[in-house]
């Protein structure tokens, strides 16, 4: 079941540079899509969400793009920082009424920082 | 800053043996979770709870397992019998409504 995909294991980035993170979903039913960070042995750490009525949504040095036709959305980082070295996993939420929805989780990009 | 809590933080139990998981969510958050995952693999949905009961759980999610909140601030997993295949990271995660946000998990090890 692959209904989110990060076709990238992993992204080498130089400090300062905009780092790009990619995620394809198949399932039209989609309708909220999220982007988390993970450290080993911590939790998935929340970092920026879009609904599918746009197309774009901001957050200081984190951007999301969603692109529904294609069922793509992306993640862009500038500048990029050692800190930032991490787990990325894009996360997407079926359409419902109310909260309490499931988030199918793609497999992660593990990007990486160099100074 | 409000955070969630999972305890304990690793678990070591025999095949057969039933583990309680134990979650503290965000205090004002109404919609609970958990997740697992398994060493190399994806993040996967167990089930999610709300007002007192399962809105929705996976398949994975069989008989073995239940889940629980207790009193009003614990929410807890219990796997009756664990199987070698449980072995994995458990996430318990709250929302207030739609951005779940995550605990630092509990590695459950089973021998």
């Known amino acids: 079941d692959q209904q989110v995909k990060q076709n990238s294991p992993s992204l080498s980035v130089q400090e300062g540079r905009i780092s790009i993170l990619n995620c394809d979903y198949t399932?039209?039913?989609?309708?909220?899509f999220l982007w988390y960070k993970k450290y080993p042995a911590e939790g998935p750490t929340f970092l920026i969400s879009?609904?599918?009525?746009?197309d774009k949504n901001e957050d200081g040095r984190f951007t999301v793009f969603l692109n529904k036709s294609a069922k793509h959305l992306s993640l862009h980082i500038v500048p990029s920082q050692p800190g930032d070295s991490a787990v990325y996993f894009c996360?997407?939420?079926?359409?419902?009424?109310?909260?309490?929805?499931?988030?199918?989780f793609g497999q992660g990009t593990r990007l990486t920082i160099n100074p | 800053e409000p955070e969630v809590t999972q305890t304990p933080s690793h678990q070591v139990t025999q095949m057969g043996q039933e583990v309680i998981l134990r979650c503290v969510p965000i205090s004002n958050h109404l919609y609970f979770y958990w997740y697992r995952q398994i060493l190399g693999q994806k993040v996967e949905f167990l089930v999610s709870f709300y007002n007192n009961e399962i809105s929705e759980k996976s398949e994975i999610f069989d008989d073995q397992f239940s889940v629980e909140r207790p009193d009003g601030s614990n929410f807890t997993l219990k796997i009756r019998s664990t199987k070698l295949e449980d072995s994995a990271m458990y996430f318990c995660?709250?929302?207030?409504?739609?951005?779940?946000?995550f605990g630092q998990g509990t590695r459950l090890t089973v021998v």
């Open positions: 879009i609904s599918s009525i746009k």
């Open positions: 996360a997407a939420s079926p359409a419902g009424v109310g909260g309490a929805q499931k988030l199918v």
């Open positions: 399932n039209s039913m989609f309708d909220y």
């Open positions: 995660a709250s929302s207030p409504f739609t951005e779940a946000f």
